[in-house]
């Protein structure tokens, strides 16, 4: 069964940072696009940052512009999204996207 496993959120406070994973199976993870999105309480999910399957093109969604970056690890065949600058209104569920499959998500903080 494909499954993607996302870790590495948690409680930050503003300014600080985290690096999101997204860990695959039955998956080669650096044959596709993947997204990361994210969801607010009481928002629709939204996408956050986009890495073509060459990944020589990437897309991001303009608040976290120069303070997120989407990479892919093949070795690992694991992705991730580096956070910095963290603001409270970056507080979310975050989930990665490849190739059709949702992750389960992981909770993002941000609060003194």
């Known amino acids: 069964q494909v499954q993607l496993v996302e870790s590495g959120g948690g409680l930050v406070p503003p300014g600080g940072s985290l690096r999101l994973s997204c860990a695959a199976s039955r998956l080669t993870i650096n044959s596709y696009a993947m997204s990361w999105y994210r969801q607010a309480p009481g928002k629709e999910r939204e996408l956050v940052a986009f890495i073509s399957t060459s990944g020589d093109f990437r897309k991001y969604e303009d608040s976290v512009k120069g303070r997120f970056t989407i990479s892919r690890d093949n070795v690992k065949n694991t992705g991730y999204l580096q956070m910095n600058s963290l603001k409270p209104e970056d507080t979310a569920v975050y989930y990665c996207?490849?190739?059709?499959?949702w992750g389960q998500g992981t909770q993002v903080t941000v609060s003194s």
């Open positions: 996207f490849v190739n059709g499959v």
